[in-house]
């Protein structure tokens, strides 16, 4: 289970290893390109469910720590998805990797 730690404060959300490369890759490209955006997911009924949305701007401090030390291959038609999503008015919204994987 990686983390994904932002903000001065140091919020950590727990995120998949996998997914988190992948939010990773997508968060990545939207800060280099000097891009604000939301990031909204939802919480599992283990947390209560509900979601989080978080607001990230490239003045931010984001750290992703993985608790593997293999980078997976990622899934090119899920990263679309991801980034489809952060590209849209209502910002990144974390979807479960499609069964159909395209692999980059």
Same mark, same amino acid.
Request: no cysteine.
């Given at each position: 289970?990686? @983390?994904?730690?932002?903000?001065?404060?140091?919020?950590?959300?727990?995120?998949?290893?996998?997914?988190?490369?992948?939010?990773?890759?997508?968060?990545? /490209?939207? *800060?280099?390109?000097?891009?604000?955006?939301?990031?909204?997911?939802?919480?599992?009924?283990?947390?209560?469910?509900?979601?989080?949305?978080?607001?990230?701007?490239? /003045?931010?401090?984001?750290?992703?720590?993985?608790?593997?030390?293999?980078?997976?291959? *990622?899934?090119?038609?899920?990263?679309?998805?991801?980034?489809?999503? /952060?590209?849209?008015?209502?910002? *990144?919204?974390?979807?479960?990797?499609? @069964?159909? /994987?395209?692999?980059?």
């Amino acid at each position: 289970m990686g @983390t994904l730690i932002y903000g001065p404060r140091i919020s950590e959300f727990e995120i998949e290893d996998r997914t988190l490369a992948h939010l990773q890759f997508v968060i990545a /490209a939207k *800060l280099q390109r000097g891009e604000n955006f939301m990031f909204t997911w939802s919480h599992g009924m283990e947390r209560g469910s509900g979601r989080s949305v978080i607001w990230i701007s490239p /003045a931010a401090q984001v750290h992703f720590r993985f608790s593997g030390n293999r980078a997976p291959t *990622l899934n090119r038609a899920w990263l679309e998805i991801l980034m489809d999503s /952060a590209n849209s008015r209502a910002g *990144l919204h974390w979807v479960p990797e499609p @069964t159909e /994987a395209v692999r980059a």
